[in-house]
């Protein structure tokens, strides 16, 4: 529903058209969009410091009085429904999908975010707006602004707009993921190339592991000079992309490694990544790689910030799941201090062949 109705609050305002909406922000340069993750939900808009009054105003309107007319209800339905078959055929993605779903099997961290065709066929306008009345209230929205502006006045500004908000009570059931339980799925595809996740749950947001975590996928997966990247793409010429990944979410997360690769070689290639995740364990990380590593995941952050897109992603999520900022220091600081000691115990916890979850898409007729 909330994928659902970040569509729907481009359809139109009561002051504005579904092409208006967009045309405010273009017309002078700058954009409005919007995307949808598992807790969270961003509009945002970017344009001139001249033009922020209008991207305030823009966002506002979209956000505060949409106006879900029930004829571009039923169309976006449809367009929903494409968006899930962009992504099925899509096996990159799809491979994603099935490993969270068994990851999280029986939770709502499980679910697409598109959703499923039944669900997205059973909305209808009472119940977007009930939804939207329960969940756009002042204590879930946060409001980030990044660039050359001046923030007494932009806050004066946006508490005009947005101070109009009523509070309303609503108590939010939070259930934490069940025990994790591996789960290992295969599926036949009409594609060309095998595609393979192995990982499983892994440290939260909230977790002070998710640091060691941070580094650990940097110097695994991060990058053509990752280990994986150099033993498996550039030593044996498996595969054209290799990487690893984590998700961070407010009470778990998972971590894995992604590999496309020809049918004839998944198992060797699912061998060479276990062996990597199993020197981790093994072998203690030396100081000169784990200084790399670290610079690698610093550098990371501090070229990133010299986007605005996001330097207001980091101020909005920081708010949103800290309510406090973290300084570029105080994060830097905390990554330095991650210990070889810390890697290793880190890895010892997550890295366990009877621990992992796997997902394989193999080609039809392949096995």
């Known amino acids: 529903m909330s994928h659902f109705v970040e569509h729907m609050v481009f359809k139109g305002t009561e002051r504005r058209k579904t092409h208006q909406l967009a045309a405010r922000m273009e017309s002078v340069g700058g954009f409005v969009n919007a995307f949808t993750t598992k807790e969270c939900t961003c509009f945002y808009a970017r ?22 007319p029930a004829k571009e209800l039923e ?34 961290l499980a679910r697409p975010i598109l959703g499923l065709p039944h669900s997205v066929r059973s909305f209808d306008r009472s119940r977007v707006l009930d939804f939207v009345s329960r969940q756009y209230a002042p204590d879930r929205i946060v409001v980030a602004v990044a660039g050359n502006v001046d923030h007494d006045s932009a806050t004066r500004e946006i508490a005009q707009i947005f101070g109009r908000l009523a509070s309303k009570p609503f108590r939010r059931r939070r259930v ?61 010429g498996f595969c054209y992309q290799i990487y690893s990944f984590m998700n961070l979410y407010v009470d778990t997360g998972d971590w894995g490694v992604y590999v496309g690769t020809d049918a004839s070689r998944v198992d060797r290639s699912r061998q060479l990544i276990h062996r990597e995740l199993d020197a981790l364990v093994q072998k203690r990380i030396g100081p000169r790689e784990l200084s790399q590593a670290k610079s ?57 062949p009877s621990k992992y979850s796997e997902v394989l898409l193999f080609p039809n007729g392949s096995n």
Not at 49 to 68: C, E, G, K, N, T
Not at 181 to 206: D, F, K, N, W, Y
Not at 326 to 337: G, K, N, R, Y
Request: charged share 30%; proline share 4%; hydrophobic share 40%.
């Open 47 to 68: 344009g001139l410091d001249q033009h922020l009054s209008r991207a305030v105003d823009v966002l506002s309107d979209m956000v505060l009085a949409p106006s879900f």
């Open 296 to 352: 690698q995941v610093k550098g990371a952050i501090m070229l990133g910030l010299e986007s605005m897109n996001t330097r207001m992603m980091r101020l909005g999520r920081q708010e949103l799941f800290y309510k406090r900022f973290v300084s570029l220091d105080d994060a830097i600081e905390h990554i330095d201090a991650v210990s070889s000691d810390d890697l290793r115990r880190v890895a010892e916890l997550l890295f366990n």
């Open 176 to 236: 934490r993921p069940r025990e994790y339980e591996p789960s290992h799925t295969a599926v036949s595809i009409p594609t060309e190339q095998a595609h393979l996740v192995v990982g499983g749950r892994g440290p939260g947001l909230h977790d002070d592991d998710r640091l060691p975590m941070m580094v650990l996928n940097t110097l695994l997966g991060g990058g053509m000079s990752s280990r994986l990247n150099l033993r498996i793409r550039e030593r044996h």
């Open 75 to 108: 169309k976006e339905k449809d367009v929903v429904l494409e968006e899930m078959k962009m992504y099925r055929d899509n096996p990159e993605d799809h491979v994603f999908d099935l490993f969270e779903a068994g990851v999280y099997n029986g939770h709502a």
